[in-house]
């Protein structure tokens, strides 16, 4: 079975890191370009960052963009994301999800990213 | 990277066709035929309906179909079902990024 499977969310102040997991099962991660992708309670999607197969070719949203790394091990069939100096509005539900055709066709169930005091 | 507008609701009985549009600019949606739709129920993952504008993915119903003119794409749900409420949301590449709609809650009366 086609999988994605993100861990490492949780609680964290202002200022704070949290590094995101995913873990993939049932195809060959190697080949896949993957992606972040974020939910804040209630709203709507927004996109975060993107890596190539090998992780040489990386982009992200503005927003995010000097505090994230995405990064990825083809051994591990794992996707990660680093972030730091997280703020409010970085509390979320984090997708990583894998790309076909410019389109995401598998995600994982998320995991909830909460920055508070 | 400003999101792709979508009509924050749409509804439509059992069995009748609603279309729910996606406006973006010529840097995205009309820069590119590659718009996606996805339909999220509450409390889950979103689920890829639509891709390079009208391509269905392997299960996916054929009642579910989509369209590009210009800066602006479309997803057309006929013989609405129950099961087809939901969020939809749009999305494109937009060179070296993406965008996504700010979602369309899909009522079926």
């Known amino acids: 079975e086609v999988q994605l499977v993100e861990s490492g969310g949780g609680v964290v102040q202002p200022g704070g890191s949290l590094r995101l997991s995913c873990a993939a099962s049932?195809?060959?991660?190697?080949?896949?370009?993957m992606q972040w992708v974020r939910q804040t309670p209630g709203k709507g999607l927004v996109w975060v960052s993107r890596?190539?197969?090998?992780?040489?070719?990386?982009s992200y949203a503005d927003p995010v963009k000097g505090r994230f790394t995405i990064s990825r091990d083809n051994v591990k069939n794992t996707l990660y994301l680093e972030m730091n100096s997280l703020r409010a509005e970085d509390t979320a539900v984090y997708y990583c999800?894998?790309?076909?055709?410019?389109?995401?066709?598998?995600w994982g169930q998320g995991t909830t990213v909460i920055v508070s005091s | 990277q400003s999101a792709l507008t979508q009509p924050p609701s749409a509804s439509g009985s059992p069995g009748q066709s609603v279309t729910i549009s996606c406006t973006g600019t010529?840097?995205?949606?009309?820069?590119?035929?590659?718009v996606s739709w996805y339909q999220q129920h509450p409390g889950k993952a979103p689920k890829l309906m639509i891709y390079?504008?009208?391509k269905r993915p392997s299960g996916v119903p054929d009642r579910f179909s989509g369209s590009k003119s210009g800066n602006t794409a479309s997803l057309t749900v006929s013989g609405l079902q129950a099961e087809d409420e939901a969020d939809y949301y749009c999305?494109?590449?937009?060179?070296?990024?993406?965008?996504f709609g700010g979602g369309t809650k899909l009522t079926v009366l």
């Open positions: 010529s840097s995205d949606v009309g820069g590119y035929d590659h």
């Open positions: 890596s190539n197969s090998d992780g040489s070719r990386i």
């Open positions: 999800a894998r790309e076909s055709f410019y389109s995401l066709d598998v």
């Open positions: 999305s494109s590449y937009a060179g070296n990024s993406w965008v």
């Open positions: 049932g195809f060959t991660f190697s080949i896949y370009w």
């Open positions: 390079e504008v009208n």
